[in-house]
Protein backbone atom coordinates (compact mmCIF):
# COMPACT_ATOMS: atom_id res chain seq x y z
CA UNK A 1 0.00 0.00 0.00
CA UNK A 2 1.60 3.28 -1.20
CA UNK A 3 0.14 6.84 -0.24
CA UNK A 4 1.61 9.63 -2.20
CA UNK A 5 0.80 13.38 -1.79
CA UNK A 6 1.43 15.85 -4.35
CA UNK A 7 0.70 19.53 -5.25
CA UNK A 8 2.51 21.01 -2.75
CA UNK A 9 4.69 24.11 -3.94
CA UNK A 10 5.91 27.72 -3.58
CA UNK A 11 3.22 30.68 -2.96
CA UNK A 12 2.38 34.04 -1.85
CA UNK A 13 0.48 34.64 1.53
CA UNK A 14 -3.29 35.01 0.35
CA UNK A 15 -2.78 32.65 -2.18
CA UNK A 16 -4.12 28.76 -3.04
CA UNK A 17 -2.60 25.03 -3.09
CA UNK A 18 -4.77 21.98 -3.59
CA UNK A 19 -2.74 18.78 -2.20
CA UNK A 20 -3.66 15.28 -3.80
CA UNK A 21 -3.14 12.09 -2.04
CA UNK A 22 -3.49 9.14 -4.40
CA UNK A 23 -3.86 5.75 -2.43
CA UNK A 24 -2.90 2.16 -4.21
CA UNK A 25 -5.01 0.50 -1.37
CA UNK A 26 -8.13 -1.77 -2.54
CA UNK A 27 -11.09 -0.86 -0.15
CA UNK A 28 -9.43 2.91 -0.32
CA UNK A 29 -13.25 3.40 0.51
CA UNK A 30 -12.65 1.72 4.02
CA UNK A 31 -10.94 3.86 5.02
CA UNK A 32 -11.06 7.93 6.75
CA UNK A 33 -8.14 9.64 5.58
CA UNK A 34 -6.51 12.65 6.91
CA UNK A 35 -3.90 15.52 6.16
CA UNK A 36 -1.10 16.47 9.10
CA UNK A 37 1.70 18.70 8.88
CA UNK A 38 4.91 19.07 10.23
CA UNK A 39 6.70 22.51 10.43
CA UNK A 40 10.63 22.87 11.31
CA UNK A 41 11.35 22.50 14.87
CA UNK A 42 7.71 21.31 15.19
CA UNK A 43 5.64 18.50 16.11
CA UNK A 44 3.41 16.99 13.55
CA UNK A 45 -0.05 17.97 13.94
CA UNK A 46 -3.50 17.48 12.46
CA UNK A 47 -4.88 19.54 9.72
CA UNK A 48 -8.06 17.76 8.56
CA UNK A 49 -10.21 14.52 8.02
CA UNK A 50 -12.61 12.88 6.01
CA UNK A 51 -14.90 9.71 6.73
CA UNK A 52 -15.08 6.94 4.64
CA UNK A 53 -17.99 8.20 2.84
CA UNK A 54 -16.90 11.89 2.70
CA UNK A 55 -19.89 12.82 4.45
CA UNK A 56 -18.21 14.16 7.79
CA UNK A 57 -15.55 16.48 8.27
CA UNK A 58 -13.12 17.74 11.03
CA UNK A 59 -10.63 20.40 10.31
CA UNK A 60 -8.08 21.69 13.44
CA UNK A 61 -9.16 25.36 14.41
CA UNK A 62 -5.94 27.06 12.63
CA UNK A 63 -7.37 26.23 9.27
CA UNK A 64 -11.14 25.98 9.73
CA UNK A 65 -12.62 28.14 6.71
CA UNK A 66 -9.51 28.56 4.78
CA UNK A 67 -8.53 24.44 4.11
CA UNK A 68 -11.52 21.69 2.44
CA UNK A 69 -10.86 18.36 2.67
CA UNK A 70 -12.40 16.15 -0.05
CA UNK A 71 -12.28 12.49 -1.56
CA UNK A 72 -13.10 10.52 -4.82
CA UNK A 73 -13.39 6.91 -3.80
CA UNK A 74 -13.15 6.06 -7.85
CA UNK A 75 -10.06 7.85 -8.08
CA UNK A 76 -8.99 6.28 -4.60
CA UNK A 77 -7.67 10.02 -3.90
CA UNK A 78 -8.29 12.49 -1.25
CA UNK A 79 -7.59 16.52 -1.68
CA UNK A 80 -6.76 19.60 0.74
CA UNK A 81 -7.55 22.29 -0.90
CA UNK A 82 -6.17 25.05 1.04
CA UNK A 83 -6.87 29.23 0.52
CA UNK A 84 -6.40 31.99 1.56
CA UNK A 85 -2.62 30.70 3.01
CA UNK A 86 -0.08 32.19 5.51
CA UNK A 87 3.17 31.84 6.47
CA UNK A 88 2.69 29.97 9.32
CA UNK A 89 0.84 27.25 6.98
CA UNK A 90 4.40 26.41 5.71
CA UNK A 91 5.08 22.51 6.36
CA UNK A 92 5.92 19.09 4.95
CA UNK A 93 1.81 17.84 4.25
CA UNK A 94 1.25 14.28 5.09
CA UNK A 95 -1.76 12.09 4.17
CA UNK A 96 -2.43 9.02 6.38
CA UNK A 97 -5.22 6.59 6.24
CA UNK A 98 -6.97 4.53 9.52
CA UNK A 99 -10.06 2.64 10.54
CA UNK A 100 -11.68 5.75 12.13
CA UNK A 101 -12.17 9.32 12.02
CA UNK A 102 -11.01 9.12 16.32
CA UNK A 103 -8.02 7.77 15.25
CA UNK A 104 -7.42 10.15 12.53
CA UNK A 105 -8.16 13.01 14.58
CA UNK A 106 -5.60 11.75 17.34
CA UNK A 107 -3.06 10.36 15.51
CA UNK A 108 -2.65 7.03 16.77
CA UNK A 109 -3.12 3.43 15.06
CA UNK A 110 -2.98 4.84 11.67
CA UNK A 111 -2.65 2.04 9.17
CA UNK A 112 -0.66 3.99 6.35
CA UNK A 113 1.19 7.07 6.07
CA UNK A 114 2.58 9.05 3.01
CA UNK A 115 5.61 10.62 1.87
CA UNK A 116 4.81 14.37 2.42
CA UNK A 117 4.98 17.11 -0.23
CA UNK A 118 6.31 20.62 0.73
CA UNK A 119 4.46 23.60 1.29
CA UNK A 120 5.75 27.47 1.65
CA UNK A 121 3.94 30.72 1.59
CA UNK A 122 6.00 33.50 1.67
CA UNK A 123 5.08 36.51 3.12
Known amino acids: VQLQASGGGLVQAGGSLRLSCAASVRAFEDYCMGWFRQAPGKEREFVAAISWSGGSTYYDDSVKGRFTISRDNAKNTVYLQMNSLKPEDTAVYYC?????????????????WGKGTQVTVSS
Open 96 to 112: AAGKTLDRIIKSYDLDY
